[in-house]
């Protein structure tokens, strides 16, 4: 249906998950993503912010999606 090249190279250029955007990961931790990777358009680096309850988190820490595997992200704001 869709050309798998033209498709790729769309991701190499249009973050899916612009850096700044708010997730939500299937955790129910809350994060904002730092860092992205055009290569891996779906797999960014995100920062944690808050806990599955919303409560900020006193020591943020990061996540690399690329490494990972079982975290995805559910919903981006």
């Known amino acids: 249906m869709f050309d798998y090249e033209l498709i790729k190279t769309f991701l190499k250029y249009?973050?899916?998950?612009?850096?700044?955007?708010?997730?939500v990961l299937n955790t129910g931790y809350r994060g904002v993503v730092s860092k992205i990777f055009p290569e891996y358009p779906l797999r960014p680096v995100i920062r944690i912010l808050q806990n599955p309850n919303g409560e900020?988190?006193?020591s943020p820490f990061e996540i690399d999606l690329r490494k990972e595997v079982n975290i995805t992200i559910t919903e981006a704001f």
């Open 14 to 23: 249009v973050a899916i998950y612009p850096v700044g955007t708010n997730i």
């Open 56 to 58: 900020m988190l006193k």
